[in-house]
């Protein structure tokens, strides 16, 4: 297969991702088309890791073709059953264009994070484990209660707030700590209701990296 990797020939995206109960395949659900020819693809392929699967391609996408003013794009939509074997897949999309040439970018690949249950022990939550809370000069604190007096980032408009907080030191501080049962702040934690003690605690957030509640005041 000659293959071309490009940033300009391929449009998609992966919508959805289910389990099919009946057996041991996921069903992948998205669209694709040839942004450079502003055309339909020919065919569709997915690759989970090294394994190729042939999309069935040309279902209706015409939330697509509106967004993107294409009626052309219609039938731009595509569903595949494949197998996620490992606890991280890597999943890409080529394209075979309507010039027989095969496309993919490299920049536009999704992991899938297929585990379903993480070791559970004994220790703290809180729930800044999983959530934020913003105040209006922009700062990001523990949480409401006696949290708020804890500032964990003052306003910079120089970092990434997701990637150099949430996702980074800051909040895996807080993670590691309560999975640890020690308390993260221990001056602002004995008077903060929000705190959990005894319960079930694993690193959940940690590894999916994901958000449960964004909450932000206003002060007038």
């Not at 015409?62 to 003013?69: E, K, M, T």
């Not at 000069?137 to 707030?161: S, T």
Request: charged fraction near 25%.
């Amino acid at each position: 297969m000659n293959i071309h990797y490009t940033e300009n020939n391929l449009k998609f995206s992966i919508d959805s991702i289910k389990k099919d109960p009946k057996n041991n395949y996921f069903i992948l659900g998205g669209w694709a088309f040839d942004s450079e020819y502003n055309d339909l693809a020919q065919e569709v392929y997915i690759r989970v890791d090294h394994k190729f699967y042939k999309a069935s391609y040309g279902c209706e996408r015409q939330d697509v073709a509106v967004y993107y003013n294409k009626p052309e794009y219609k039938n731009c939509g595509f569903f595949a059953y494949v197998i996620l074997k490992n606890a991280i897949n890597k999943i890409s999309i080529y394209i075979k264009s309507k010039n027989n040439e095969i496309y993919n970018n490299k920049k536009q690949s999704i992991t899938y994070d297929n585990r379903t249950s993480f070791p559970v022990k004994i220790g703290m939550n809180c729930i800044s484990n999983n959530s934020i809370y913003l105040r209006s000069n922009g700062d990001l604190v523990c949480w409401c209660d006696f949290g708020v007096g804890k500032v964990l980032q003052h306003f910079n408009n120089e970092i990434d707030y997701a990637k150099d907080v949430y996702l980074g030191e800051v909040y895996n501080y807080i993670r590691k700590k309560l999975y640890d049962n020690t308390m993260p702040f221990p001056e602002f934690c004995k008077q903060c209701l929000m705190l959990q003690v005894n319960t079930n605690i694993s690193l959940y957030y940690y590894d999916k990296k994901i958000i449960n509640t964004f909450n932000k005041t206003l002060i007038f």
